[in-house]
Nanobody, 115 residues
């Protein structure tokens, strides 16, 4: 069974930084791409950043240049370093992985950015 557990969310001031972590259970981590999504109140869940098994990265336009996704296969962990935070980054952040056609999600971690 695949399980994802996020951590690292919290309250930050505009211009500040937070680092999110997502630990994935099982031996499938190193061969799978990982993504971060977020969902703000009243809005649809949206893609934030992704990293492939080959360490190629992609970012949504609103976070380019401010967020950095990385992974540590030895720790089965994917990270999201968030710098220059803005109030519009306030959302619940989720990590996800696709395994054999099935999408798995973590429980989410709340990020709140005050102005």
């Amino acid at each position: 069974q695949v399980q994802l557990v996020e951590s690292g969310g919290g309250l930050a001031q505009a211009g500040g930084s937070l680092r999110l972590s997502c630990v994935v259970s099982g031996s499938i981590f190193s061969t799978n791409a990982m993504d971060w999504y977020r969902q703000a109140p009243g809005k649809q869940r949206e893609f934030v950043a992704g990293i492939t098994s080959g360490f190629s990265t992609s970012y949504a336009t609103p976070v380019k240049g401010r967020f950095t996704i990385s992974r540590d296969n030895a720790k089965n962990t994917v990270y999201l370093q968030m710098n220059s935070l803005k109030p519009e980054d306030t959302a619940v952040y989720y990590c996800s992985i696709v395994v054999r056609g099935n999408v798995y999600w973590g429980q989410g971690t709340q990020v709140t950015v005050s102005s």
